[in-house]
């Protein structure tokens, strides 16, 4: 059975850090690409980051940029987002899905999980 799991959420102060984990099973990243999307309540869904399997080429939407990475880990079928200078706005369930080949444009994952929460507030 094929599937991924985050892990990395929590509650932290503006300005803080976090680094979530994407952990996928029953599929290789060598050929898929691995993202994140989140969802905040009252707002849109929106696509985050995303790292493509042929060259690990990146994705990052404009809000995000500068203050998150996406990169593999040494582990295998592991994805880490280091989010930075994190800020009130930055709160939502973020979600990990993997896409076969390419980062899909849509958010038309194969793949996702259950989400986990980040929360930015003092």
């Known amino acids: 059975q094929s599937e991924v799991v985050e892990s990395g959420g929590g509650l932290v102060q503006p300005g803080g850090s976090l680094r979530l984990t994407c952990t996928a099973s029953g599929f290789t990243l060598d050929y898929y690409a691995i993202g994140w999307y989140r969802q905040a309540p009252g707002k849109e869904r929106e696509e985050v980051a995303c790292i493509n399997p042929a060259d690990d080429s990146t994705v990052y939407a404009d809000s995000v940029k500068g203050r998150f990475t996406i990169a593999r880990d040494t582990a295998p079928r592991t994805v880490h987002l280091q989010m930075n200078n994190l800020k009130p706005d930055d709160t939502a369930v973020y979600y990990c899905?993997?896409?076969?080949?390419?980062?899909?444009?849509?958010?038309?994952?194969?793949?996702w999980g259950q989400g986990t929460q980040v929360t930015v507030s003092s």
């Open positions: 899905g993997g896409h076969a080949y390419y980062c899909p444009s849509d958010g038309s994952w194969d793949y």
